[in-house]
């Protein structure tokens, strides 16, 4: 089994915040064994252990231990990942913990997290459980940036609206335990056997009012035109591909899906599109093509960026899908 990795991008912004705490730039890469060069490509993968390295230096440069805790605090998850913004997309939190689960490998990989998702509803007697999955190691920092992060991002957005009751991690505690009370604001047990967060199952339907109706459009004001096109468009392909777009970075779209939100059966949308000489795994190849291809012309969004917008749970499979397509790699397109 290969090494766990972390995204470029997701440790360039952990630097980035330990500069603007005080500490070096040239001293984190030197202790953290980063090439500055390694940070140029927002998509090649670092070793999750250059990463811990950097953790470890920016603690000691910047004499915070919390440095963790405080980069969830004082970095909005969109303005360094595309994960971010997917996840803005989505209607509910509870959406939103879907889109989090299916993207998060684009961030960051977890040792010992084989199969499933890494955030996982847990009900116990006691209440709803928002459980952590990744094995208990020597790394706490990752569980204190994670749960850091849901709790200050939905603080930015709903203000003290509590929706953690309480919060239990496998690591003893810690000397910065005092920030934990600062920055997380609920009880928190160490030493526990999992850990999770315990929340209020309300939140989960929670609305998120973000003004931003499809997540493509935040980088392309040619999808917006292009969707546009579409929801005028009388033919059924264009129909079709209309309510493909909304939903293409889900991965989740099954004809029967579709077929009901046109108020079709499967039966009658196949016959329509075999009308006009079509399919529907037919239109949704295309789409993806021709999507994969803008957002890479636009040199806004990475490979793997591309590939997970565009409906891939895996970058592999979509590169072979592109050279399928256009017989070249989505890196040669993107330099091209």
Sequence with gaps: MSAATVSAGYTRALLDFAISKGASRRHLLERAG??????????????????????????????????ALQFSEGTRFEAFSIVGLICQSAPTMGEALKQLNRFNKLVIEIDGLTDGDRFQLTPRADGLWLEDRRPADAFPELTEAAFSRFICEVA????????????????????HAAEYARILKVPVTFDSERNAMQIDASWLSLEINI?????????????????????????????????MIPHL???????DSIAERMGLSRQALYRKLAAEATNFEQVLDDL??????????GEKLSVNETAYLVGFSEPSAFSRAFKRWTGTSPRAHRRG
């Design 34 to 67: 980063i090439a500055p060069s390694d940070l140029d490509d927002q998509d090649k993968r670092l070793p999750l252990s250059a990463f811990i390295a950097l953790v470890r230096a920016g603690q000691v440069l910047c004499d915070s231990p919390a440095l």
């Design 156 to 175: 930015r957005h709903y203000g003290d609206t509590p929706f953690v009751k309480q919060i239990h991690v496998t690591h003893a505690r810690p000397a």
């Design 288 to 297: 993806r093509h021709r999507m994969a291809v803008h957002y890479l012309s």
């Design 211 to 243: 003004a931003n109706r499809y997540v493509f459009g935040i980088f392309s004001e040619h999808a917006e035109a292009l969707m546009k096109s579409l929801e005028s468009s009388k033919t059924v392909r264009g129909r079709v591909e209309s309510l």
């Design 249 to 255: 970075h889900t991965g989740d779209l099954g004809m």
